[in-house]
């Protein structure tokens, strides 16, 4: 196969899990859009965190939050939490930088981005509970099946689980989908 042919297969790829995603994530991106605009109109703030390749998701969501997405508004009270393990691999011991960082700065009402590949990083597990301990509310951002953080989630909780078992494909669905999220709170906030 051709060098720029399987490059062309990467696109198609992406783009049919999009599609399979846009109907599948749609009411959970529009709660949780809703659920962080009811947070951000009390005052309350918007903690997010990931281990690995998940945590520049993690980052990427707080600045954009913070900052802005396609149109100017106020700054949203949003920040990224540091720390947790380096690869976010399913089998390191829990790192409990989340989790401590929670419990210094969250608040009942807060909301906690929680984001995972395959959502099997201990970090981030541990970060869910120490949220839950808080009486924060959760959105999780995972792909696959969920994992450990799909299943420790409570009925007032969000997921968001992109439908792919490629870690390139669950990044691009969860990237639009924090963008979905983001241009959501400004419909909210701003209108049309």
Partial sequence: MPLNQRVQDQ??????????????????????AQ??????????????????????????????LSDRLDRERPGLAA?????????????????????RQ?????HPGDVLLAISTFGQSPAVVEAVRAAHERDMRVIALVGGEGGALAEILREEDVLICAPAD???????????????????????????
């Fill in 166 to 192: 490629s870690s390139a494909r669950i990044h691009e669905t969860l990237l639009l989908a924090i963008h979905a999220v983001c241009d959501g709170i400004d419909f909210l906030l701003l209108g049309a």
């Fill in 79 to 99: 920040l990224v939490l540091t720390g947790g393990a380096a690869s976010g691999a399913a089998s390191e011991p829990a790192d409990p930088s989340f989790a």
């Fill in 11 to 32: 696109f198609q790829a992406s783009i049919h899990t999009l599609v399979d995603a846009a109907e599948l994530l749609s009411e959970p991106v529009a709660h949780s």
């Fill in 102 to 106: 929670i419990s210094a700065l969250g």
């Fill in 35 to 64: 659920l962080i605009t009811d947070c951000l109109m009390r005052e309350g703030k918007i903690l997010s965190c990931g281990a690995g390749a998940s945590r520049l998701l993690a980052r990427y969501a707080a600045a954009i």
